[in-house]
T-cell receptor, first 113, second 117 residues
């Protein structure tokens, strides 16, 4: 059964740093992988979606990569800002579970001014 | 603000109460979802509706009863809940259930924070 793990669980960095969030999944049979942002007490906002045939996607200061064969994805955030503070969730759309989204537990990011 | 709204945003209820959560999407989507997010746990899919028909019940206890009267509205009826049901309940919608399609991004509402006493 697909499992998604995110490391680290929490991360605190000073403003301006470049940082990498990691996501791993146990079954490479996926349709796509998606990164979400969740602010405290709020719903999820989709940041980037990478199809299984793609290697990376970029949006502004965010870059997400996907290595399906090794079951890994990274979310790179350049020049971090306090406004980037949130929980970042990784989710895969699992082929063997009818396309269900399987989520990791998230990485709680705090960017200090 | 997303195109998915949820009411109420916060709800406190006793174990013998009956209450309902409401979700509405203004995106013209055909698929709607209920998720549960407990503290320190990954989001768990509860129910899926596609074109008003329930397509998935992820082994959810019967004290949670979903209803989808049309493609824009989704309800979650609650009765005789337990304290461990306290969580953030998130609603989402997508164009449809075309798994793997380029437009299958799910759009989430802000959630209802439920506390069961």
């Amino acid at each position: 059964k697909q499992e998604v793990t995110q490391i680290p669980a929490a991360l605190s960095v000073p403003e301006g740093e470049n940082l990498v969030l990691n996501c791993s999944f146990t079954d490479s049979a996926i349709y796509n992988l998606q990164w979400f942002r969740q602010d405290p007490g709020k719903g999820l906002t989709s940041l980037l979606l990478i199809q299984s045939s793609q290697r990376e996607q970029t949006s502004g200061r965010l870059n997400a990569s996907l290595d399906k064969s090794s079951g890994r994805s990274t979310l790179y955030i350049a020049a971090s800002q306090p406004g980037d503070s949130a929980t970042y969730l990784c989710a895969v759309r699992d082929y063997n579970q009818g396309g269900k989204l399987i989520f990791g537990q998230g990485t709680e990011l705090s960017v200090k001014p | 603000e997303t195109g998915v709204t949820q009411t109420p945003r916060h709800l406190v209820m006793g174990m013998t109460n009956k209450k309902s959560l409401k979700c509405e999407q203004h995106l013209g989507h055909n698929a709607m979802y209920w998720y549960k997010q407990s503290a320190k746990k990954p989001l768990e899919l509860m129910f899926v509706y596609n074109f008003k028909e329930q397509t998935e019940n992820n082994s959810v206890p019967s004290r949670f009863s979903p209803e989808c009267p049309n493609s824009s509205h989704l309800f979650l009826h609650l009765h005789t809940l337990q304290p461990e049901d306290s969580a953030l309940y998130l609603c989402a919608s997508s164009q449809d259930l075309g798994a793997g399609g380029i437009t299958d991004t799910q759009y989430f509402g802000p959630g209802t924070r439920l506390t069961v006493l």
